[in-house]
Nanobody
Framework: QVQLMESGGGSVQAGGSLRLSCVASNSVNCMGWFRQAPGKQREGVATTVNDISQYADSVKGRFTISRDNAWSTLYLQMNNLKPEDTAMFYC??????????????????????WGQGTQVTVSS
């Protein structure tokens, strides 16, 4: 199983920016970012595989997902953060077909490696 470690979370004012990083123990095909607020269902934020990226509608134009050339480090640049972005953010890795959809829970279930999460808090 791939080992994942997130970092970069923190507390910021609305409109601020954060850059999350996720280091993987080895190269993987599909990687994605997910988030879960207290009492809410975990939701997909962004995914990337073979240079193809997908974003949830709520973050389009504000977030950018990327990874290094070795596909071992995943990033999420978050700009113009909003209070509703407050959540625990998780990095995930899986086979290429896990990146079939950002929002489909079936696709989310295909990820077989998950990080411990990094907290993002955005205040008004």
């Amino acid at each position: 199983q791939v080992q994942l470690m997130e970092s970069g979370g923190g507390s910021v004012q609305a409109g601020g920016s954060l850059r999350l990083s996720c280091v993987a123990s080895n190269s993987v095909n599909c990687m994605g970012w997910f988030r879960q607020a207290p009492g809410k269902q975990r939701e997909g934020v962004a995914t990337t595989v073979n240079d193809i990226s997908q974003y949830a509608d709520s973050v389009k134009g504000r977030f950018t997902i990327s990874r290094d050339n070795a596909w071992s480090t995943l990033y999420l640049q978050m700009n113009n953060l909003k209070p509703e972005d407050t959540a625990m953010f998780y990095c995930a890795a899986g086979p290429y077909y896990a990146c079939d959809s950002v929002s489909n829970p079936v696709s989310q279930g295909r990820y077989n490696s998950w990080g411990q999460g990094t907290q993002v808090t955005v205040s008004s």
